[in-house]
């Protein structure tokens, strides 16, 4: 069989526009206050040409105005051992469409150019190695050992019960370690401690699922994770009844728009709106490393008032307002660990870094809340920490904490 990319020619041009516009149903007037369509700082992109890869079920989409040639520029599929991740199941073709559809309905990224690799057959059941093979692949997709061409985002739509040591979860570590930045669904296991391999990583963005109220979605897992005790999701996003592009031969989910559009639920549904939004930033800006851009969808989100960070991170995405964000703090978010008890003084110590993101020198002055909670205390250096920085310069500083 041909392949579906064989005409397609990759290019590293960011492609640029005024506009961001996303026509998601159930999902824009969430993602920006009213809606996502607005002039981002610098012009904007509505996608790079840098490839978005989507290792899941199937991942090509079959809603576009373009030739499919020119979305899906090249792919995978492992369960079968050939180089047509062609769908058969429908989960893929959805969650490849939130993240960067481009016809009756748009995704979050619609010029973003698709990798597909399929790791999943059609009863959505695979293997932890064919899915690390498919992180290995996006890293270095024509295989030279040169991994200058790897994608600029993962998403990651499955989900096992595992932990941040699960291999799948350390090769998505060795990803970010090579500058692709992996979005993954936190899972449906609903309530705390459930968030499984390879959303636990301590590097992924982990996502987790929010009602058009802004509500945490049933099924959403919650943090933190079993070895670490991290913050995980890091952040929200839409995730229930999302209408998107419908693979012909799937018969699940409620009709929308069309007979070529359907409804589903799930933090498979959430992640591709952050992996999209992702797509997005780094187009805006090529420079981003993963943790920086993580650390701006973070600082952008809104907030969800009276719901635990380990539920729900720093809040639900705001694709417009991370297009704003001009200061960013890694690691996002901080992670002091566990206390062991073992002794009767606990001291954690944290490495941050404060990014000047914009386009003017600022002056930053960190310290800790007032007041810490009884037998906490923390300090941070350089003390006084007031720094002053100008694009793009970079502050490193030490945080201590200490219980008794």
């Not at 069989?1 to 005024?18: D, E, G, I, L, P």
């Not at 994608?151 to 019960?161: D, E, G, Q, R």
């Not at 209408?243 to 728009?257: H, I, K, P, V, Y």
């Not at 981003?288 to 008032?305: F, H, S």
Request: hydrophobic share 40%; net charge negative.
């Amino acid at each position: 069989m041909k392949t579906r990319w064989a005409a397609c020619k990759s290019s590293r041009a960011v492609r640029r526009a005024s506009l961001v516009v996303v026509s998601l149903l159930g999902s824009a007037a969430l993602l920006s206050g009213g809606g996502l369509t607005g002039v981002l700082p610098n012009g904007s992109s509505t996608g790079s040409a840098q490839a978005d890869a989507v290792s899941d079920t199937e991942a090509v989409i079959i809603e576009l105005t373009a030739p499919i040639e020119c979305k899906v520029i090249g792919g995978y599929d492992f369960v079968n051992g050939d180089a047509d991740p062609a769908d058969d199941a429908g989960h893929g073709t959805h969650v490849a469409a939130i993240a960067a559809g481009n016809g009756a309905l748009n995704g979050v990224a619609p010029e973003a150019q698709i990798l597909a690799y399929k790791v999943l057959d059609q009863n959505g059941i695979g293997t932890t190695s064919d899915v690390i093979a498919a992180i290995e692949r996006a890293t270095d997709p024509d295989g030279d050992s040169d991994p200058s061409d790897h994608a600029t985002v993962i998403n990651l739509s499955l989900s096992h019960p595992g932990t941040e040591d699960d291999p799948d979860s350390i090769a998505v570590d060795n990803a970010s370690a090579l500058g692709v930045l992996s979005v993954v669904a936190a899972g449906d296991g609903s309530g705390f401690f459930t968030i499984g391999a390879p959303g636990s990583a301590r590097t992924a963005l982990t996502v987790g699922a929010t009602d058009d109220a802004d509500q945490v979605a049933s099924f959403s897992s919650g943090g933190p994770t079993a070895v670490e005790r991290l913050i995980k999701p890091e952040i929200m996003a839409p995730g229930v009844d999302i209408c998107a592009a419908r693979w012909s031969g799937d018969l699940s989910g409620t009709a929308c728009l069309d007979t070529s559009h359907a409804e589903h639920s799930g933090t498979s549904m959430a992640a591709p709106h952050v992996a999209g939004a992702a797509a997005l930033l780094r187009g805006l800006r090529p420079s981003l490393t993963p943790a920086v851009t993580k650390a701006i969808l973070q600082e952008a989100a809104v907030l969800l008032p009276g719901l635990s960070v380990t539920r729900v991170g720093a809040g639900r995405l705001d694709v417009r307002a991370a297009g704003d964000v001009e200061t960013a703090i890694t690691p996002a978010p901080l992670n002091f660990g566990v206390d062991s008890d073992a002794s009767g003084t606990w001291v954690r110590t944290v490495v941050l870094t404060i990014h000047n993101l914009g386009s003017a020198a600022k002056t930053y002055t960190l310290r800790t809340a007032d007041p810490l909670p009884a037998g906490i205390t923390g300090s941070v250096t350089p003390n006084p920490s007031r720094s002053h920085l100008g694009p793009p310069q970079m502050l490193r500083c030490r945080w201590w904490w200490t219980t008794s």
